[in-house]
């Protein structure tokens, strides 16, 4: 059944809007009539068996008729990764809400080569991830920030999983000793970080530096890399 994710409020018998792009994709592409059923979830309500009320020119009427899941969240990971080109960037937001990421953070390092981000681009692709993918809640992405101002505001208890090519310890064991809790992955530019901003990173408390083997991966591998690890160690691929 099509899955959709819309901002309005679901309860029984509750109208639902979708916006303009997703009603010409209801009933344009996909060919709903009134009386077809959908999906729906909101991030907040939980997942809902809809129909579609009636069909306007200036959009589709959805009625909300039963809840079918409660509201769930995944894990607290959120992956932080160095703006680096754009279609590696929107590959990364697509993969991070496949694989469970509930934020995407970007960062501006040293070595950043900034193309320019959309994020009006990257929220609609992690949107259709998250309608693809089952999730209750759609990942947020964040303007960009720079590395710096990022570690200055830290939030407390949130541990760094900090992907160093440079030499880090073997990641499965090492996010296993630190445990579970909100978590970060950190993923450097395409030419990685400047021995100033490695060093800090190292030396901070709330950081594990790991090794994601001993071969360089490109920054949208290596996030890809990051979250399955870290979901099979202390995710929920390990409950
Ligand atoms: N400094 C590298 C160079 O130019 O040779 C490349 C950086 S790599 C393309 C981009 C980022 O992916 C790195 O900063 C790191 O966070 C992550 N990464 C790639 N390979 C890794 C590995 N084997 N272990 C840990 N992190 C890795």
Redesign the pocket.
Known sequence: MIRLHVTSPLAPAAPVAPTLDQSRYLTQVMRLKAGDELLVFNGRDGEWRCTVAEVLKKGVILRAEEQVRSQTFGPDLELIVAVVKKARVETIVEKAAELGARRVRLVLTKRTNADRIRLDRLDAIAEEAAEQTGRMDVPAVDDPIKLDALLDGWETGRRLMF???TG?APAVSSLRDAGEGPWSI????????SPEEGERLRSLPFTTA????P?????DT?AIAAMTLWQAAVGDWAR
């Open positions: 992907c160093d090519e880090g950190l993923i450097g530019p395409e030419g990685g970080f790991v090794s994601l083997g071969r360089i991966l490109r920054a290596a």
